[in-house]
């Protein structure tokens, strides 16, 4: 898959009640005062950011970047790292959780390797799942909430 194909960057501003479902690869994320949302993303791999958001459902398939809340209320974030420098937080956020991306499409693991998520074998790297502790752990999965997104869309 050839890199200009991917999107480089995602925004979205003033969203409500929208769902986003972008099974591509992205190189950076920003998601700003947006309500009742639900976003889904292929692999990142610069950085994601959500900033004053109100309940809004964010899943990342796979990310080498920093993926960030901030001053959010009632977000859940469904995350995948990968690498040393990659880290989930939230800053000035409550009521906020996150838990890992158990997402999967066709074509996820060929656009992870395109975008460098391989060892020097051209195995794909295992996650390295870091969250900061001030933040909750979320017992729901990303195909749960994802899908019941999903089905309000379609009914």
Request: glycine residues 6%.
């Amino acid at each position: 898959m050839e890199r200009s194909a991917y999107v480089t960057k995602f925004f979205a501003q003033g969203c409500e009640d929208c769902v986003f479902v972008i099974c591509c690869a992205v190189k950076e994320v920003n998601v700003l005062d947006c309500k009742r949302c639900v976003f889904v993303f292929g692999p990142t791999t610069d950085s994601t950011t959500a900033r004053d958001c109100l309940s809004c459902d964010i899943a990342t398939c796979a990310t080498v970047g920093a993926f960030t809340l901030e001053d959010c209320v009632n977000v859940r974030a469904f995350v995948k790292t990968y690498g040393n420098g990659s880290r989930a937080r939230a800053e000035r956020c409550s009521t906020t959780a996150f838990g890992t991306c158990d997402l999967e499409y066709d074509e996820l693991e060929e656009q992870m390797a395109s975008c460098g998520f391989v060892d020097a074998n051209g195995d794909l790297l295992a996650s390295t799942m870091t969250v900061s502790s001030e933040t909750s752990t979320l017992e729901s999965t990303a195909r749960e909430v994802v899908g019941h997104a999903l089905e309000r869309v379609d009914g």
